[in-house]
């Protein structure tokens, strides 16, 4: 068997063997990647879990904590497929919200920093989704971001570890058992084409803390409430 985490790893377990199976996980959008054709029944040797997470629930939270939002920058990797379905996400969202969307897009990381400078200025937030890329270059962002006070939202809590002020996102620990419970099918018989994807319902806030005093924000008390976890660092 090859367990293959996130979308890049899963995608190169999945040129190289019809036969092995490949259970991959925490990667964001596995029909549009090319893992699977189908989420409810995947066919050949593989299956997995998804880590998408909704744009729409992530501004929700923005909107708690920054209600004066109406111009957010997207920062992304346009050559990722899950980060281009999440701020496909976003813009629908923004379109019915009467918010406005500007694009930075990357297509490595020597350029994050020179793509979330030009946000400066032109939004009143920033909104990166779960992007290798971006998440690589995360320190770098907050630092220039916090200098600009603006509040970065982002998709995974691994983000907001790195300086990212929150996100409504995965608990991947949780999704970690669930890869592993469909590992144990696997051996105990199953096959990996006939277990369904699964998508984590189940999301939580993460907050920085740090970053919030850094950009002078104030987080509200209900929102600290709610959090699984507040980094202060």
Known sequence: MIVAIATPSAQAAVGETREIPIVFSACTDPVGSGLVSKMEKPG????????AVSAEKIMELAKRITPNIKKVGALYNSSETNSIAVVNNLKDYAAQNGMTV???TVTNSSEVQQAVSSLIGKVDAVFSPIDNTV?????????????????VYVGADS????????????????????TANM???????????????????????????ATAKAIGIDIPADVMK????????
Do not use: R
């Open 44 to 51: 050949g040797n593989v299956t997995g879990t998804s880590d």
């Open 102 to 104: 500007v694009d930075a």
């Open 135 to 151: 998440a690589s270059a995360m320190p770098l962002v907050a630092q220039v971001a916090n200098k600009a006070k603006m509040p």
């Open 159 to 178: 983000m907001v570890k790195d300086g990212g002020l929150a996100t409504y996102g995965i608990n991947y620990p949780v999704l970690g058992q669930e």
């Open 183 to 209: 590992a144990v099918d696997i051996l105990n018989g199953k096959k990996a084409g006939d277990i369904p994807v699964k998508s984590m319902t189940d999301m939580d806030i993460y907050l920085n803390q």
């Open 226 to 233: 709610e959090a699984v976890q507040v980094f202060d660092k």
